[in-house]
């Protein structure tokens, strides 16, 4: 009962947050110069104001917040100005996914790469293992998606012809931009591993494993780990967010259908409806990977759900 009780009070501050980012983006859209109908081409002043009055566009601006937040309550983000015949709501349903499984497939990259890597730096401080180990997570922190992700189709796509350079149609279209946005990840997640095992290590639980003559593999992976995991937990919520909502870049270079070039070409097009629903989605998804984060967080310490 105690934890549904702390998973209801989590959930009861999601949605005061939610109105609060659809309000801001709201304005802040508005108030940002040029309008949805601009184009380099000037379009007539009438056919403009037909379009402005068709969408609602030439009423007061309260008045327009208003129906946009009745019609945001009934789920409806509203019509897509580019493109005619389709609703904000369907194109996010048809492209989220897409990103959606980008995000999973690199999230999984950086947790089995970083993880076991901190962890067995974290066995021998000191030794070249652990520098090397330091070393490459040092590198990875400084080396951004947009430069990592050329050089590896330069090796692996144009270089060995093992993968395609563009595409979203084979399982092998997953694996370069995974490890685009992978192995950016994996780098802190080493150095939260290594952190929290350097914490653990001199606790009296591990001494006790040690002085009954348990395996190492199960000292460190099985007592050490679970105490150690605490900050890459933490750290998974808003990375995970990051590589579902800063999957644009790598989106853009393997030419992958996903939200991320929609949310791109939205803000520059000053498409009122799309860049509200791409910011509400990727702030909802962000708040519930911080929930999950969370309730995992309260199971591993339930000083921490008993607290809350």
């Known amino acids: 009962m105690g934890m549904a009780a702390f998973i209801l009070r989590r959930l009861a501050g999601l949605v005061p947050t939610l109105w609060l980012v ?13 309008g949805p109908f601009d184009r380099e081409r000037e379009m007539p002043e009438s056919a403009k104001a037909a379009l402005h009055a068709h969408y609602g566009l030439d009423r007061p601006l309260a008045e327009q917040y208003g129906r946009y937040m009745l019609n945001l309550a009934r789920g409806d983000l509203g019509p897509s100005y580019k493109h005619p015949g389709w609703t904000v709501r369907e194109l996010i349903g048809a492209r989220a996914l897409v990103s959606l499984e980008l995000g999973l497939w690199a999230l999984l990259v950086a947790i089995t790469l970083g993880v ?3 962890v067995l730096a974290a066995t021998r401080p000191g030794s070249l293992l652990d520098r090397a180990v330091t070393g490459a997570a040092t590198l990875g922190v400084c080396v951004p998606s947009f430069v990592l992700a050329p050089l590896l189709v330069l090796a692996f796509a144009l270089g060995s012809g093992w993968f395609n350079v563009l595409g979203w149609e084979t399982a092998g279209d997953r694996v370069l931009p995974a ?3 992978g192995l950016v990840f994996a780098a802190p997640a080493a150095r939260l ?3 929290g095992m350097m914490d653990v290590r001199a606790q009296d639980y591990m001494r006790a494993a040690v002085a009954r003559g348990l395996p190492p593999w199960r000292i460190w992976f099985v007592h050490g780990l679970r105490n150690a995991l605490a900050p890459v937990v933490t750290w998974i919520g808003p990375a995970a967010a990051g590589l579902i909502s800063g999957s644009f870049v790598v989106e853009s270079i393997f030419n992958i259908p996903g939200l991320g ?16 629903g791409t910011v509400l989605f990727y702030a909802a998804v962000l708040l519930a990977l911080n929930l999950c984060v969370e309730c995992v967080m309260a199971w591993l310490n339930p000083k921490l759900r008993a607290g809350a």
């Open 116 to 118: 076991p890597a901190g």
């Open 193 to 195: 591993a290594r952190g």
């Open 179 to 181: 490890l685009s946005l």
């Open 22 to 34: 659809a309000t801001c983006v709201f304005f802040l859209a508005r108030f940002a110069p040029g």
């Open 261 to 276: 070039k929609l949310f791109v070409s939205s803000a520059f097009d000053r498409e009122y409806t799309m860049i509200c």
